[in-house]
Each structure stands twice: as C-alpha cells, then as structure tokens.
C-alpha cells in the first residue's frame, strides 16, 4: 500500500499547484483551462491508482492458482492446473478473490468502469473524479483482499 500513499502524496502535491494557478487565474476562460487541466490530472493519478490496485489483484490471482494447483491430489487441483492468469480479463481475477456478486465486488466493478472510461473513451467525457474518496476505497478493497 506503500505505492498507493505515495502516489496519492504526489496528486495533492501537483493538486494544490494546479489550484493555485486555478484561483489566481484573471478570467473565466482561464479559469476553465486550469479547471480542466485539474480534472484530467485527477483522471491520470487515478490511473496510477487503479494499476496498482490491478497489479495487487493479478498478484493475489497468480498466488492463489499456484498454491491450488499445488494441490496433491490431481481432483483437487484439475482445474486449477488450466487457470493461465495472464490470460485473464481482470472482473475473472477479481471473481476468483471475491464473491462475484458481493458488495465489494461490485464496487471493483464499478472502478474498473471508470478506469475503461479514461483509458478507451474520451477522458473529457467521464468528467470530475473525486480522487480522495476512490483512493480510499481503492485502499479499502486493498485491504478487503487481503484479509
């Protein structure tokens, strides 16, 4: 989670400098530039956020499949000895660690969702993200999987 604090460190940092030139701005339309600016750098620390937390998913995953396919019995390990983690798409991953239908789950699903929407859409198009309260769920969902 020690990558996740100082990514989060780095976005107030870069956050309140981009606030500043934001309030000293003369004009509106000034104003509007450095609003947006803000907006796409709260989408891009999110970003950072989210592969993390991917790469804590797929960490967890890879653990989990070997440990199973470790198994002695060749019934307690068939079909884990098929599971080619890398060839997974993430919710599959985060199926195999959390109850698919969960609370927790769906809230993994929906982080995911915006993190489609940045990387595949237009990023003006998903708009201001509340980066302190996802970086707190994200670390929450951390913390969840690793219980």
């Known amino acids: 989670m020690k990558s996740l604090r100082d990514i989060y460190s780095a976005y107030t940092e870069a956050d309140g400098n981009l606030e500043l030139k934001q309030r ?16 796409i750098n709260d989408q891009a620390f999110f970003m950072m956020l989210f592969a993390c937390f991917e790469g804590r998913i797929t960490d967890l995953c890879k653990r989990l499949v070997d440990s199973r396919s470790k198994a ?7 079909a884990w000895d098929t599971i080619d983690v890398s060839r997974l798409h ?3 991953k ?13 809230r993994i699903d ?31 969902l951390w913390r969840a999987l690793s219980a």
């Open 110 to 140: 929906g982080l995911y969702d915006v993190r489609c929407d940045i990387a595949h859409e237009a990023p003006r198009k998903t708009g201001a993200i509340n980066l302190a309260a996802e970086y707190r769920e994200i670390c929450r």
């Open 72 to 78: 002695s019995a060749w019934r307690r390990r068939r």
């Open 24 to 39: 000293a701005a003369k004009s509106q339309l000034s104003q509007a530039r450095w609003e947006l600016l803000r907006s």
């Open 94 to 106: 985060a199926a195999l660690l959390i109850e698919k239908g969960s609370a927790d789950y769906q």
């Open 90 to 92: 993430f919710m599959r």
